[in-house]
């Protein structure tokens, strides 16, 4: 989920084509919620037909999440204060963009290139869309249009898995894999054109200058973490690789300290009052591991399933649907008990997902020796996909009920940034541990890469007892 800017105050007259305009919007929006798990399904054959490496595999996942990660905050002020339908139509323009070159792309460094450019064009477009949400709708109908996002994105992870299979498996006019990502080129430049005659132009009078200096130095920072965790394990973990990674956690450390002690116009990428807060920066870590482990586990199974069990890209998509099942099963429940209920609810989410992925880590590891087949899988992947819902959904609003009003939006953003980079650190440390163990059989790499997945949402259970007892009406309705 991306996050929106500070909210603006309501304007005097609602715009006239202002659902219209929220559906232009979401439609491109949705280009990005489907590539984020779209991609995952077509790796392995990706891999195939490009000869990529192991860490090259790595990178296709990770170069978009880190793109994504380093420019959301900052982009999300820009549109703030240089005008949100600017950003938007440029992100949409760009997107469609790099997504021909991800379809064009001849070479793994090529595709890698070209993802990165994809996430930093999603992460200009997406956070216009929610702030333009803001702007566009008062009272019930604000909640209706971010109700609205919330049932596309729930929505979309399912058809993304789905939609990468069969596009793959189609083969259409012989492209393969990369329809996945050409498939966006048509809905870019529609909704370019839409977008330019139907959503109206709005922006923040009060923001502050975007820290693109900052920016940079994030972007920085979370590239020298990953980079070493990616290239490591090929390269015999050398020295230079835990001096990367150091510097890269001191930058980041480094800059959030710079910024708690600069005065001026410029909005902070790392807002230090937020993070004074001890519910905010548990719950900024929970958010960290929740990425972790899906990232991870999705980059793996999807290896696993087809190059290890022999499954069309299509099987494998309607496998990992019965994840997404689980999540429709309690997602529209778990708002309202989280007001109720709180931190119980996340604790109980990360708890069923540390045990839904138990249950397919032991199917993996007791099947026949020619293949496990997709049913044992199943119950393991829905009690799992039921404990995102319980946890994922409700995480934002119990979280933000401990921060003040005036910095909710940088808040929520920091919250994206921390899924994407998340992901980023999920694919790379997880991705690792398969590979490491990948001479043995992809069955058995699988089985030494579920204790790390588990691991992450046992810690998420063991910090969320630490998040705010329950979350306010006033967080839920913002």
């Known amino acids: 989920m991306t996050a929106t800017s500070t909210a603006a105050a309501p304007p005097a007259a609602l715009h006239p084509h202002r659902w219209a305009a929220a559906a232009v ?16 399904v077509a790796i392995p054959s990706i891999g195939r037909d490009l000869h990529a490496s192991e860490s090259a595999l790595q990178w296709t996942v990770s170069a978009y999440l880190l793109g994504f990660a380093a420019t959301l905050v900052v982009s999300g002020h820009l549109g703030d204060r240089c005008g949100r339908k600017t950003l938007f139509l440029a992100g949409t323009a760009g997107f469609g963009i790099a997504s021909l070159a991800c379809g064009i792309a001849q070479s793994p460094g090529q595709l890698i290139a070209a993802r990165a450019f994809q996430g930093v064009m999603a992460a ?10 803001r702007t566009l709708f008062q009272g019930k109908e604000r909640g209706a249009a971010f109700g609205m996002y919330g049932a596309v994105a729930g929505f979309a992870s399912a058809v993304g898995l789905l939609l990468g299979g069969l596009l ?22 529609v909704t370019f054109v839409a977008g330019a005659v139907l959503v109206p132009a709005t922006r923040e009078r009060s923001a502050g200058r975007p820290d693109i200096l900052g920016s940079l130095v994030l972007a920085t920072g979370l590239i020298a973490i990953v980079l070493p965790l990616v290239q490591g394990r090929s390269n015999g973990w050398p020295l230079w690789g835990w001096i990367c ?9 480094g800059l959030a300290l710079f910024e708690a002690r600069r005065r001026g116009g410029t909005v902070p990428l790392l807002p230090a009052r937020a993070f004074r807060l001890p519910a905010f920066s548990v719950g900024v870590a929970v958010q960290t591991l929740f990425a972790i482990g899906m990232q991870g586990f999705f980059l793996v199974f999807a290896i696993w399933l087809q190059d290890g069990e022999g499954y069309t890209p299509m099987r494998a998509g309607l496998v990992t649907v019965a994840f997404s099942v689980g999540g429709f099963l309690t997602a529209p429940a ?11 609810v996340l604790v109980a989410g990360s708890l069923m997902m540390a045990g839904g992925f138990a249950w397919v880590w032991h199917a993996v590891a007791h099947a026949d020796a020619t293949r496990t087949g997709a049913w044992p899988l199943v119950p393991g992947l829905v009690v799992a996909g039921a ?3 319980f946890l ?3 995480l934002v609003n119990v979280v933000l009920s401990a921060v003040p009003a005036d910095i909710a939006g940088g808040a929520s953003g920091i919250f994206s940034t921390a899924q994407q980079f998340g992901g980023a650190l999920g694919a790379a440390v997880i991705g690792a541990v398969f590979f490491e163990h990948a001479a043995g059989g992809l069955t058995d790499a699988l089985s030494a890469a579920m204790p790390w997945v588990i691991t992450a949402f046992v810690l998420c259970a063991a910090l969320c007892p630490a ?8 967080a839920r309705d913002a």
């Open 25 to 40: 919007m979401m439609v491109a929006a949705l280009m990005d919620l489907l590539d984020v798990t779209i991609v995952n």
């Open 124 to 133: 200009i477009l997406m956070p216009q869309v929610l702030g333009s949400f």
């Open 168 to 189: 793959t498996d189609a083969d259409l006019f012989g492209w393969g894999w990369r329809a996945v990502f050409l498939v966006n080129v048509p809905v870019a430049a």
């Open 245 to 253: 990674l150091a510097a890269g956690v001191l930058v980041v450390v």
């Open 334 to 344: 778990a708002d309202a008990l989280a007001v109720k209920a709180g931190r119980l």
């Open 387 to 389: 404990g995102l819902g």
């Open 392 to 394: 994922v959904v409700p």
């Open 467 to 474: 998040l705010p007892r329950t979350a306010t009406a006033a």
